[in-house]
């Protein structure tokens, strides 16, 4: 099984910007697609970005676009998630994803532990 390690959590104001880091030990991102979810307190998990596996297409919340941008380095086996203009209602556990093929139309197969993402007003 993949291990993915998310990094680069932490606590931000509203309106600032953080960027998300994943990598992996192990087996390689190459080939396969990656993406992001997050998870509030109290809500349920929600898809937040998705790469496909060369980064020739992507797809991203529809309420993210324009302030989340993701993106991926297979020479360095990572994949990053750039957060611009945060808000509180932001904060939630922030989880790396690897799925199950090229593409991301399937459900992922690899989760990561998460890093938390704070935003205060």
């Known amino acids: 099984q993949v291990q993915l390690v998310e990094s680069g959590g932490g606590l931000v104001q509203a309106g600032g910007s953080l960027r998300l880091s994943c990598t992996t030990s192990?087996?390689?991102?190459?080939?396969?697609?990656l993406g992001w979810f997050r998870q509030a307190p109290g809500k349920e998990r929600e898809f937040v970005s998705a790469?496909?596996?060369?980064?020739?297409?992507?797809n991203t919340a529809d309420s993210l676009k324009g302030r989340f941008t993701i993106s991926r380095d297979n020479a360095k086996n990572t994949v990053s998630l750039q957060m611009n203009s945060l808000n509180p209602e932001e904060t939630a556990v922030y989880y790396c994803?690897?799925?199950?093929?090229?593409?991301?139309?399937?459900?992922?197969?690899?989760w990561g532990r998460g890093t938390q993402v704070t935003v205060y007003s």
């Open positions: 192990g087996r390689t991102f190459s080939g396969y697609a």
């Open positions: 790469m496909d596996w060369n980064g020739g297409h992507t």
């Open positions: 994803v690897r799925y199950r093929r090229l593409y991301y139309n399937t459900e992922p197969g690899d």
